[in-house]
T-cell receptor
Framework: EADIYQTPRYLVIGTGKKITLECSQTMGHDKMYWYQQDPGMELHLIHYSYGVNSTEKGDLSSESTVSRIRTEHFPLTLESARPSHTSQYLC?????????????FGPGTRLLVL | SQQGEEDPQALSIQEGENATMNCSYKTSINNLQWYRQNSGRGLVHLILIRSNEREKHSGRLRVTLDTSKKSSSLLITASRAADTASYFCATGPNSGSARQLTFGSGTQLTVLP
């Protein structure tokens, strides 16, 4: 099991609420990622970070925002949740490599917006 | 569009049989990886094969890579019920500083006891 944690595991909230999904890793990895995955579907990269104070948008446009103030912590925030945000959100991390990277995933947060 | 596409989308076999999943991709890569995802969980890295390698083994897993056909296969031998999961291929690009992995759409494997 990788040392990467996500909370909460499940979240059911009403439309318009602000939410923050937490992700933390204890491996000292520089790179961290957020993916969105609908059940049985592919992963879509929505945010990534090379290190502290670095954040980039991924391939899939998302209304969420991220921050990277500490190496081990990469929270994702939705200012106003909508039913279209219902999905599973996976956080991952990797060591920086010039050649190839293996990603370590957290258990995911399943979000349901009513 | 997705870089990697797995085939088949779903596969159901009996325990003890071999399972083969295929992955095709579109652009030049420097490595290809396979990950496993149990239902409702995160992904777990299984194996990585470099672009200059043709075959790699790890326990009951065998991965092949054909860069001329831009395809890879994952073979699980002597399958067990515990192998039931979704399997994703992920490609690492051959150029660019980002070197983000691009994941395919996955194959859902069911191993029946």
């Amino acid at each position: 099991e990788a040392d990467i944690y996500q909370t909460p595991r499940y979240l059911v909230i009403g439309t318009g609420k602000k939410i923050t999904l937490e992700c933390s890793q204890t491996m000292g990895h520089d790179k961290m990622y957020w993916y969105q995955q609908d059940p049985g579907m592919e992963l879509h990269l929505i945010h990534y970070s090379y290190g502290v104070n670095s954040t980039e948008k991924g391939d899939l446009s998302s209304e969420s925002t991220v921050s990277r103030i500490r190496t081990e912590h990469f929270p994702l925030t939705l200012e106003s949740a909508r039913p279209s945000h219902t999905s599973q959100y996976l956080c991952a991390s990797s060591e920086y490599s010039l050649w190839a990277e293996t990603q370590y995933f957290g258990p995911g947060t399943r979000l349901l917006v009513l | 569009s997705q870089q990697g596409e797995e085939d088949p989308q779903a596969l159901s076999i009996q325990e003890g049989e071999n399972a083969t999943m295929n992955c095709s991709y579109k652009t030049s890569i420097n490595n290809l990886q396979w990950y496993r995802q149990n239902s409702g969980r995160g992904l777990v890295h299984l194996i990585l094969i470099r672009s200059n390698e043709r075959e790699k083994h790890s326990g009951r897993l065998r991965v092949t890579l054909d860069t001329s056909k831009k395809s890879s296969s994952l073979l699980i031998t002597a399958s067990r019920a515990a192998d039931t999961a979704s399997y994703f291929c992920a490609t690492g690009p051959n150029s660019g500083s980002a070197r983000q992995l691009t994941f395919g759409s996955g194959t859902q494997l069911t191993v029946l006891p």
